[in-house]
């Protein structure tokens, strides 16, 4: 789980990772260098990442396509941050309803191994209903965790919830 505070009275950043304390930066540091990474974007897709609708876009806009295309292809010789559209067929957006269900499948799948097993055993091989009551969850692995799930992806993913459950509440259904 990551976490990030701001010191009021030194006016640094000290952020926290994975239980490791990175050293402090100060603030106009850390501004600076998330300025530059988002200088970098291309406005056209900035403006859609924050604020707009990539999914649609990337169809209708050339320009946004064409930046896309661009990170797809260079993701092939370079590391890259990649981005995940999450839209229906019609390019739009889940509602907050739509979000607050499935952020209760995702708090389910780690809980309740019945609907884990479930989950597990939609497509090829998954686990079984006894490894599932002990933890394990096929998505919550890695081939280098020796455990059932690996414990950091669980608590990346409920930070996950909790943040988009708090983001959710200040929006309209």
Request: net charge positive.
């Amino acid at each position: 789980m990551s976490s990030s505070k701001q010191s009021t009275d030194s006016g640094s950043v000290e952020i926290i990772l994975e239980s490791q304390q990175v050293p402090e930066v100060e603030f106009s540091d850390w501004n600076e260098l998330a300025m530059g990474i988002l200088l970098r974007i291309p406005s056209s897709l900035l403006c859609e990442i924050t604020g707009g609708n990539v999914a649609h876009k990337r169809k209708t806009d050339g320009a946004v396509k064409e930046v896309i295309d661009q990170y797809k292809q260079r993701e092939r010789t370079q590391p890259s941050i990649y981005l995940q559209i999450l839209a229906d067929k019609n390019d739009l957006s889940p509602s907050p309803n739509i979000l607050t269900k499935v952020i209760g499948r995702l708090r389910s799948y780690v809980t309740d191994y019945q609907y884990a097993y479930k989950v597990d055993s939609i497509k090829g091989k998954g686990t079984n209903i006894e490894s599932s009551k002990r933890g394990a969850r096929r998505y919550l692995k890695t081939a280098a965790s020796p455990l059932p799930s690996d414990t950091r992806i669980i608590r990346k993913l409920r930070h996950f919830c909790d943040k988009l459950e708090a983001r959710l509440s200040g929006v309209r259904p």
